[in-house]
């Protein structure tokens, strides 16, 4: 089982040139994540892919980060099913309740197992997934996973 501990002790000051985008709590997690050794995920609120960390496209099949990063979490490549001998896609009803997406809408976290299946596989691999929403002047703007195969 992972066991994620964060602790952030330091402000973070703008770098010379950027943008309040780039100095949000948020714009903080994108680089993190993207420059991240572990695998993890950051999407927005419109569930679109804004960083990923090598590792993580890796451990979901996505081929590389600039790959997937700009597109929405379900049609970058990500092909998730279900548990059966015979795996089969999930269905948009079953795909809501990931932890990336929940965690998304409902503003808590989120923990779950998944299937990903890449491509030309059969078998599929299973990852264990721990999301949390990440806010910007209170409101959720997206969520962090972080993830780790089973």
């Known amino acids: 089982m992972a066991h994620v501990e964060l602790s952030l ?4 000051a703008p770098p010379a040139g950027s943008t309040e985008q780039e100095s949000d709590n948020f ?15 950051l999407i927005d609120a419109g569930t679109t ?18 790959d997937v990063i700009g597109l929405p979490l379900l049609e970058g490549g990500l092909r998730l099913v279900d548990f059966t001998a ?7 009803q079953e795909t809501d309740k990931i932890p ?6 409902s503003g808590r976290l989120a923990r779950g197992l ?9 078998a599929g ?5 721990i999301s949390t929403p990440v806010l910007t002047d209170g409101v959720v703007a997206g969520s962090l996973t972080f993830l780790s195969a089973v």
């Open 9 to 12: 002790s330091d402000v973070f």
């Open 27 to 41: 714009g903080q997690w994108s680089g993190m994540v993207s420059r991240a050794a572990e695998p993890c995920l």
């Open 49 to 66: 892919v804004v960083a990923i960390s090598s590792s993580g496209c890796a451990l979901l099949c996505l081929g590389a980060p600039e």
């Open 86 to 92: 015979s795996p089969s896609e999930l269905t948009e």
């Open 100 to 105: 990336p997406l929940l965690a998304l809408h």
């Open 114 to 122: 998944l299937r990903v299946q890449g491509p030309g596989s059969d």
């Open 125 to 129: 691999r299973t990852v264990d997934a």
